[in-house]
């Protein structure tokens, strides 16, 4: 995240919704700042995130007007279904608006200079969200902009899903730390998010990939770094690289894949499926897995390719669980960066009781119905 000139201020919200708006500089907000990159977060970031997330999930009907009159934009260069739905359903039920631009057909900066983009849009919208190829895209329009940007997918980032994914884990498990997530298949752009968020929460990640398709060196040296800084009171989890995928999610808590093939890589799809067959996530590698393990996938899958229908449509699958909760987590980032989202209390302080009953820290069975395995 970089940090704006200037800090965006809600409008007033009465006391039978939210009972006050922090300030600016209170703890519990990121007003006037970006969501470029996992990277500029920190675990007292992500904790607020994640924390505002639960609160907006349990309580949606107190955020109603939390931002009344404010605008959205986004510009989208790849097609969308669930990140464009939940970004717009977010907003509109936060009382904003969203206003969606199609740039699947150029790329943003073709027509005119990113920065004159940025000074007209920084005129009529409170925050801009960008889904592009090049992540460079995202961060000059940052550096221009005077409104907040998001991130809601790069070439090498996607920060928002990987927020999300890391919010359904403690829907499922409740504390993460030590947990033990699996991630076997391409080491993409969700692969880099995803690796450096389980680093801040406290998770251990196990990411199986074929040799010379695992996460860029630039994102593992990155985890170091954020898990020298991981205090909040989090010990770091921890990153781990492999190229047998058995050994990944042996008596993991989770498995998760995605798609082989990225967009804008077609012309490599017939041979990235020969290479990546044995990766493949179905009965045979679910079972290798710890008895409680839930099965994540952020979406659209290619049934019976990385993964199974079997494995996507049995009880461990918690897939639909990631895709609606994408809405509640870019609700709280709009509410953050917009600095509206009030005073949140600590999930730990307010859900410390369900923790233990959803599951230990031994790793019990989590409360969900047995695998149909």
């Known amino acids: 995240m970089t940090t704006k ?31 470029c990159s996992i990277r500029d977060l920190t675990a007292a970031d992500v904790r607020l995130i994640l924390d505002t997330a639960h ?38 039920t936060l009382g904003g608006s ?3 631009i199609d740039q699947t057909g150029s790329r943003l900066g073709a027509r005119e200079t990113l920065a004159d983009v940025a000074h007209n849009l920084e005129r009529w919208i409170d925050v801009i969200v960008l889904r592009t190829f090049s992540h460079d895209t995202i961060t000059d329009m940052a550096q221009y902009a005077g409104v907040p940007v998001v991130n809601a997918l790069s070439d090498i980032e996607h920060p928002c899903q990987a927020l999300a994914d ?12 030590g947990l033990r997530l699996a991630y076997v298949g391409d080491g993409n752009n969700v692969a880099h998010s995803l690796l450096l968020t389980s680093v801040l ?8 990939s074929p040799k ?27 990153v781990t690289c ?37 990766y493949q996530v ?62 949140v209390a600590p999930r730990s302080s307010i859900t410390s009781s369900r923790l233990e009953d959803i599951r230990p820290l031994t790793r019990g069975p989590r409360k969900r119905s047995a695998p149909s395995f």
């Open 282 to 343: 179905n009965r045979a590698m679910m079972s290798l897995a710890a008895p409680h393990a839930v099965f994540m996938h952020c979406l659209p899958a290619r049934r019976n390719k990385e993964v199974t229908d079997e494995v996507m449509d049995s009880a461990q699958s918690v897939v639909f669980d990631q895709a609606e909760n994408r809405m509640h987590v870019q609700k709280a980032i709009l509410l953050l960066l917009l600095d509206a989202a009030g005073n």
């Open 212 to 238: 010379g398709y695992g996460p860029k060196a630039e994102f593992l040296v990155a985890a170091e770094v954020l898990a020298s800084t991981a205090t909040h009171g989090i010990p770091a989890g921890t």
């Open 201 to 208: 929460t406290g998770a251990n990640i196990i990411l199986a």
């Open 55 to 92: 609160a907006v999930k349990a309580h949606p009907e107190l955020y109603w007007h939390a931002l009344s009159a404010k605008q959205l934009v986004m510009f989208f260069e790849k097609d969308s279904l669930r990140t464009r739905l939940t970004f717009e359903t977010g907003i509109n």
């Open 98 to 100: 969203a206003i969606f």
């Open 166 to 177: 890391i919010f359904t884990l403690e829907e499922q498990f409740g504390d993460l730390r």
């Open 242 to 278: 492999v190229t047998d995928p058995s050994e990944a999610v042996s008596g993991a808590d989770a498995i998760y894949t995605d798609q082989w093939t990225s967009m804008g890589q077609e012309a490599e799809a017939e041979i990235r499926e020969a290479i990546f067959a044995s």
């Open 5 to 35: 000139s200037y800090a965006l201020r809600a409008p007033a919200i009465g006391s039978e919704t939210l009972s006050s708006i922090p300030p600016s500089n209170s703890p519990n907000t990121l007003a006037g700042r970006d969501l």
